[in-house]
């Protein structure tokens, strides 16, 4: 995985056909898509139950680009080497699922993926500050973690404090809930280059009419580079 700060729309499988992932993955990839965000959820850090490493290592060989796994578990120690196992090239943990997050973001290294740190909208940008240097990624909540189409938080404030705060380090900043073309424009001016859409993704299409996903995630993708179609 190289370092660059292109904007790159990551779809949330968790808005996908459960039934047919794999065929899901491999039609965001053709319709565009640049990583494929993979959506961990434990019924315990979140409301909501998803699947887990398993899942991730059935749909590996249907993703050419980044396996993006986003953990919305505690504890996530127990299972880096699971998620690193089944393909994950960067693997998020958030910052309020433990109380040891530098040790998760260097065991997440050690285990040979990307480390991601995630912020709740309700914990501020300095919760990273000591973090940067064992960080790949910082993923800014921009809804409550549990579920797929909520209304989108404003986080402008949070992502422009972050920006600064990486400075030049080869840090992503990923945007994480109610992406759509409305809100893109604004997470990418603020300084973010990683936007996770669900449901404005998989709007309207489906695997035997892929079409959609291609409209859906250009127009995404023109909003966040200011260019609107
Ligand atoms: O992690 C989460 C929700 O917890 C997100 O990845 C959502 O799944 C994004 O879905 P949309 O808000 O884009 O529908």
């Keep these: 995985m190289t370092f660059d700060r292109s904007i790159k729309i990551a779809p949330s499988i968790l808005a996908a056909d459960f039934a047919n992932f794999g065929a899901e993955c491999e039609a965001i990839e053709t319709q565009g898509a640049?990583?494929?965000?993979?959506?961990?959820?434990?019924?315990?850090?979140?409301?909501?139950?998803?699947?887990?490493?398993?899942?991730?290592?059935?749909?590996?060989?249907?993703?050419?680009?980044?396996?993006?796994?986003?953990?919305?578990?505690?504890?996530?120690?127990?299972?880096?080497?699971?998620?690193?196992?089944?393909?994950?090239?960067?693997?998020?943990?958030?910052?309020?699922?433990?109380?040891?997050?530098?040790r998760t973001l260097q065991a997440i290294r050690g285990a040979g993926a990307k480390a991601g740190v995630a912020l709740n909208p309700g914990t501020p940008a300095a919760a990273v500050e000591h973090l940067l240097d064992v960080a790949d990624l910082v993923c800014v909540m921009t809804v409550n973690p549990g579920f797929g189409g909520q209304k989108f938080i404003d986080m402008s404030d949070k992502i422009r404090t972050l920006r600064a705060m990486i400075g030049d380090r080869p840090v992503h900043i990923e945007i994480d809930g109610g992406v759509d073309v409305n809100t893109a424009s604004s997470v990418a001016q603020a300084g973010a280059d990683v936007l996770v859409a669900g449901s404005a993704v998989f709007r309207g299409g489906s695997v035997s009419n892929p079409a959609p996903y291609g409209e859906n995630i250009r127009a995404i993708r023109a909003a966040a580079e200011g260019v609107y179609v």
């Design 34 to 102: 640049d990583w494929v965000h993979v959506d961990v959820m434990d019924g315990h850090f979140v409301p909501n139950i998803s699947f887990g490493p398993t899942t991730c290592a059935a749909i590996r060989p249907h993703i050419k680009g980044v396996m993006d796994v986003h953990l919305m578990i505690a504890p996530v120690d127990p299972y880096i080497d699971a998620f690193a196992k089944a393909g994950a090239d960067v693997i998020t943990a958030h910052v309020e699922a433990g109380p040891h997050i530098h």
